[in-house]
Protein backbone atom coordinates (compact mmCIF):
# COMPACT_ATOMS: atom_id res chain seq x y z
CA UNK A 1 0.00 0.00 0.00
CA UNK A 2 3.12 2.46 1.01
CA UNK A 3 4.49 1.48 -2.75
CA UNK A 4 1.54 2.03 -4.32
CA UNK A 5 0.55 5.66 -2.63
CA UNK A 6 4.56 6.72 -3.22
CA UNK A 7 4.05 6.00 -7.29
CA UNK A 8 0.96 7.72 -7.26
CA UNK A 9 2.79 10.82 -5.81
CA UNK A 10 5.21 10.69 -8.83
CA UNK A 11 2.79 10.24 -11.07
CA UNK A 12 0.75 13.36 -9.69
CA UNK A 13 3.65 15.07 -9.65
CA UNK A 14 5.76 14.69 -13.16
CA UNK A 15 2.61 13.40 -15.49
CA UNK A 16 1.77 16.23 -16.77
CA UNK A 17 -1.96 15.60 -16.10
CA UNK A 18 -2.73 18.91 -15.03
CA UNK A 19 -2.79 19.81 -18.98
CA UNK A 20 -4.66 16.97 -20.36
CA UNK A 21 -7.90 14.68 -19.77
CA UNK A 22 -5.81 11.47 -20.68
CA UNK A 23 -2.28 10.15 -19.94
CA UNK A 24 -1.52 10.10 -23.98
CA UNK A 25 -3.72 13.11 -24.17
CA UNK A 26 -7.27 12.49 -25.69
CA UNK A 27 -6.83 8.66 -26.54
CA UNK A 28 -6.94 6.47 -23.72
CA UNK A 29 -3.40 4.19 -23.85
CA UNK A 30 -1.88 1.64 -21.91
CA UNK A 31 -0.86 3.93 -18.81
CA UNK A 32 -4.38 5.09 -18.23
CA UNK A 33 -5.35 1.63 -17.94
CA UNK A 34 -2.42 0.62 -15.94
CA UNK A 35 -3.29 3.72 -13.61
CA UNK A 36 -7.29 2.82 -14.21
CA UNK A 37 -6.65 -0.88 -12.15
CA UNK A 38 -5.07 0.95 -9.67
CA UNK A 39 -7.20 3.48 -9.36
CA UNK A 40 -10.35 1.66 -8.75
CA UNK A 41 -9.05 -1.11 -6.76
CA UNK A 42 -7.73 1.81 -4.18
CA UNK A 43 -11.50 3.27 -4.51
CA UNK A 44 -12.51 -0.30 -3.66
CA UNK A 45 -10.27 -0.99 -0.45
CA UNK A 46 -10.66 2.23 0.92
CA UNK A 47 -14.41 1.74 0.82
CA UNK A 48 -13.94 -1.49 3.01
CA UNK A 49 -11.32 0.07 5.96
CA UNK A 50 -13.02 4.09 5.62
CA UNK A 51 -10.09 6.02 4.06
CA UNK A 52 -10.65 7.59 1.06
CA UNK A 53 -6.98 7.67 -0.91
CA UNK A 54 -7.59 9.65 -3.85
CA UNK A 55 -9.41 12.79 -3.40
CA UNK A 56 -9.00 16.23 -4.57
CA UNK A 57 -6.79 17.26 -2.00
CA UNK A 58 -4.73 14.56 -1.78
CA UNK A 59 -4.29 14.04 -5.64
CA UNK A 60 -5.92 16.35 -7.40
CA UNK A 61 -4.61 15.87 -10.75
CA UNK A 62 -5.28 12.20 -10.29
CA UNK A 63 -8.85 12.73 -8.81
CA UNK A 64 -9.82 14.50 -11.69
CA UNK A 65 -7.98 12.16 -14.08
CA UNK A 66 -10.09 9.50 -12.53
CA UNK A 67 -13.28 11.71 -13.19
CA UNK A 68 -13.05 12.21 -16.64
CA UNK A 69 -11.54 8.43 -17.67
CA UNK A 70 -14.69 7.08 -15.68
CA UNK A 71 -16.97 8.93 -18.04
CA UNK A 72 -15.66 7.21 -21.20
CA UNK A 73 -18.36 4.74 -21.75
CA UNK A 74 -16.36 2.19 -22.81
CA UNK A 75 -14.49 2.54 -19.76
CA UNK A 76 -17.67 2.75 -17.84
CA UNK A 77 -19.25 0.03 -19.28
CA UNK A 78 -16.54 -2.56 -19.01
CA UNK A 79 -15.41 -1.73 -15.12
CA UNK A 80 -16.41 -4.56 -12.97
CA UNK A 81 -18.87 -3.39 -10.89
CA UNK A 82 -17.41 -1.16 -7.57
CA UNK A 83 -19.73 -3.05 -4.91
CA UNK A 84 -18.28 -6.55 -6.61
CA UNK A 85 -14.55 -5.12 -6.08
CA UNK A 86 -15.96 -3.91 -2.37
CA UNK A 87 -17.04 -7.46 -1.46
CA UNK A 88 -13.96 -8.74 -3.04
CA UNK A 89 -11.68 -6.72 -0.82
CA UNK A 90 -13.94 -6.98 2.20
CA UNK A 91 -13.57 -10.98 2.05
CA UNK A 92 -9.75 -10.21 1.71
CA UNK A 93 -9.71 -8.46 4.36
CA UNK A 94 -11.52 -10.50 6.93
CA UNK A 95 -9.23 -13.90 5.89
CA UNK A 96 -6.31 -11.54 6.74
CA UNK A 97 -7.57 -10.42 9.92
CA UNK A 98 -8.31 -14.38 10.91
CA UNK A 99 -4.98 -15.61 10.09
CA UNK A 100 -3.12 -12.72 11.72
CA UNK A 101 -5.64 -13.20 14.83
CA UNK A 102 -4.82 -17.35 14.31
CA UNK A 103 -1.21 -16.72 14.21
CA UNK A 104 -0.84 -14.28 17.96
CA UNK A 105 -2.87 -17.20 19.31
CA UNK A 106 -0.62 -19.72 17.98
CA UNK A 107 2.29 -17.50 19.38
CA UNK A 108 0.94 -17.33 23.32
Not at 35 to 46: E, F
Not at 59 to 70: A, C, K, R
Request: proline residues 4%; negative net charge.
Amino acid sequence: MKETLETLRVIEKENGLGEKKLMGGNTIGLADLALAWVAHTLVAMGDVIGVKFITADTFPHIHSWMVNFLEIPVINNNLPPHELAVEYFREKRQMFLAMVTQACHHHH
